[in-house]
């Protein structure tokens, strides 16, 4: 357990340490004001709610998590320290685990930085703020599935730029496996396997908790997925650590 | 102790490393030596468990790297090859982690940290970033966090790689010093070093182990070994002086240098042959500029070991 903190303090800092961090944390607040205001229509919708704040998460998301999951794993693939890590008296688990909650805590931060518009919304009109309490649970366990695809991803290449690439297909598949887009592509197969990817995206569940509605369900799916996707990259570790 | 039983890696079609098996007690440093690519590194990351191995199993006091990796690794100080650290952060910061991972902390973390930075001299630059640092100190900082926790058993990859001579020596002394007790494991291509610093040398070459002594039998497999060289002035007859050495009884053959002014003389077996061939310096008074005693020559020893073609060929 102690271990995991270590890593996890150790990573949180190395942002913090690079641009990564201010670059991130800018960026994000920055798009996530300018969708809001500009393409959600914050002001003429005339409702005292933060839905189209959130509506653009999934997006911004996107683009923004692979660029903080990216580095996890391929950076010390690169730059050799993980033969340093991997030959600490450390449980790949551990590892894996530590640096997917730094990340995740990291993305936890730039969110709380939106709070601004929680004020603003509460200044404004009388919102329900048990929804938007919800929506921000549901918009940080989906940055949470992001990171952890973004994490195993990053664990199988020693590019950055690749895994980046990858990570957002594989994030924009999983995203939309709900939508025409990915469900025509298995138009032949029996309907439980359609019924079984259009269930397995994002978007659906996330609108779900950003409405203000939990589900229960909604929420494991999200905490499945993030422990998947872990657990797939502690095998390709053990797999690929010493290529 | 530390023990290889069969230890193999596979790459695919390539053989790494193959069924090597050693141990080693403490007390003893031992050099491992062998050209680029022989599997030095492979076996050292094997021992780190790093890098799994296909075959065999290796352990380190008691603990197998493989069932029981985590306390193994916790008797172990590593060095990687390269000494990899974590670029951005300061040597400062980088030691509390690593004693941090290693279960020390508070005061016990800061005596730990405070020793390994008074034994590498880390002092004046414990604030920079460690990718700002010189080899030099790049490389220390990594030896610091191999010796942190006092460990048992140490395994250095090059540990002296890159560093100006003066650092070597250091680095050279800090392993001795610590070597009474501990069981060290360094690999190097500087034979001279083997020499230097350690009690024992296995050579391996293409995955296998082709010697495993001290040093000094190793020089003494060196076919100069007891040879002899001598120098002449300009104005001496070196042919005249070849001649003569080899009607010395003991003398197996001479071989003379392209410069037309050194020669060496082979002995036959351990026959000692300097006392005579000096005795005839004198008598015929030899312009002589040098005569030396060869110890033997490490590296013709390397040579012949590891590539007994191409040492024929030079030969």
């Known amino acids: 357990m102690s271990a995991i903190v270590t890593i996890a303090r150790r990573e949180l800092r190395a942002y913090f340490a690079t641009p ?49 999951s990216m580095r996890l794993w391929a950076e010390e693939r690169k730059s050799g320290s993980i033969e340093l890590l991997m030959t600490l008296p450390v449980s790949i688990w551990d590892a894996v685990l530590g640096k997917f909650l730094a990340a995740w805590l ?5 969110l709380a930085l939106t709070f601004p518009i929680w004020i603003t919304v509460n200044y404004l009109g009388d919102p329900d703020n048990g929804v938007i309490v919800t929506a921000y649970l549901g918009s940080l366990l989906m940055a949470g599935a992001f990171l952890a695809i973004g994490s195993c991803i990053s664990a199988a290449n020693r590019n950055q730029v690749v895994a980046f690439i990858i990570t957002v297909v594989i994030c924009f598949l999983f995203l939309l496996s709900g939508f025409p887009l990915v469900l025509d592509f298995f138009a032949g197969a029996p309907q439980v396997i359609v019924d079984t990817i259009a269930g397995l ?14 589900d229960l369900r909604d929420v494991v799916y999200f905490l499945l997925v993030i422990i998947a996707w872990l657990y797939a990259t502690s095998i390709v570790l053990e797999m690929k650590k010493a290529d | 102790m530390i023990k290889a039983e069969g230890l193999t890696k596979h790459y695919g079609p390539l053989t790494a490393v193959d069924q090597i098996s050693f141990k080693v007690e403490p007390g003893e440093v031992l050099g491992f030596l062998g050209p680029n690519g022989a599997g030095k590194t492979t076996t050292m990351r094997m021992f780190a468990g790093f890098v799994p191995p296909t075959a065999g199993s290796a352990e380190i006091c008691g603990h197998s790297i493989i069932s029981d990796a985590l306390a193994a690794k916790a008797k172990l100080g590593y060095l990687p090859e390269g000494a990899p650290s974590y670029g951005e952060m300061r040597p400062r910061e980088f030691l ?27 002092g004046t630059v414990l ?21 942190l926790h006092d460990p048992p058993v140490l395994i250095l990859d090059e540990p002296t790689d890159g560093l100006d001579p003066n ?24 034979l001279e070093e083997v020499d230097a610093v350690c009690n024992r040398a296995i050579i391996i ?51 003379t240098r392209s410069d037309a002014r050194s ?53």
Do not use: C
């Not at chain 2, 991972?101 to 034994?119: F, K, Q």
């Open chain 2, 167 to 190: 650092q070597k020596h250091e680095v050279r002394q800090l392993i001795a010093d610590m070597s009474a007790n501990k069981i060290i494991v360094i690999s190097t291509h500087i």
């Open chain 2, 205 to 255: 070459a293409h995955g296998r182990i082709l010697a495993d002594e001290t040093p000094e039998n190793l020089i003494h497999r060196s076919r100069y070994h007891n040879a002899v060289t001598l120098r002449l002035s300009r104005d001496g007859d070196l042919d005249a002086v070849a001649a003569d050495i080899r009607a010395v009884a003991g003398v197996d053959h001479v071989e």
């Open chain 1, 106 to 110: 990291f993305t936890a931060v730039a």
């Open chain 1, 20 to 68: 990564v961090a201010f670059v991130f944390i800018v960026i994000f607040l920055a798009l996530s004001g300018w969708f809001t205001f500009y393409l959600g229509g914050f002001y003429e919708r005339g409702q005292a709610d933060l839905q189209p704040f959130f509506t653009f998460h999934s997006w911004l998301y996107l683009f923004l998590v692979p660029a903080i």
């Open chain 2, 263 to 315: 020669l060496t003389a082979f002995p036959d077996g351990d026959a000692m042959i300097l006392p005579s061939i000096g005795d005839l310096a004198g008598e015929k008074s030899w312009p002589l500029e040098q005569l030396q005693l060869e110890s033997g020559r490490l590296d013709e020893v390397f040579r012949t070991i590891t590539a007994p073609d191409s040492a024929a060929e030079a030969a």
């Open chain 2, 96 to 122: 509390d982690f690593v004693a941090a991972i290693r279960g020390y902390h508070g005061d016990e973390l800061r005596t730990r940290v405070g020793e390994a930075v008074e034994r590498l001299n880390l």
């Open chain 2, 127 to 147: 604030n920079q970033p460690i990718e700002t640092l010189s080899k030099g100190f790049k490389r220390r900082v990594g030896l610091a966090q191999a010796i």
């Open chain 1, 201 to 214: 995206s994002f978007l659906t569940h996330f609108n779900a908790l950003s409405k203000g509605v939990i």
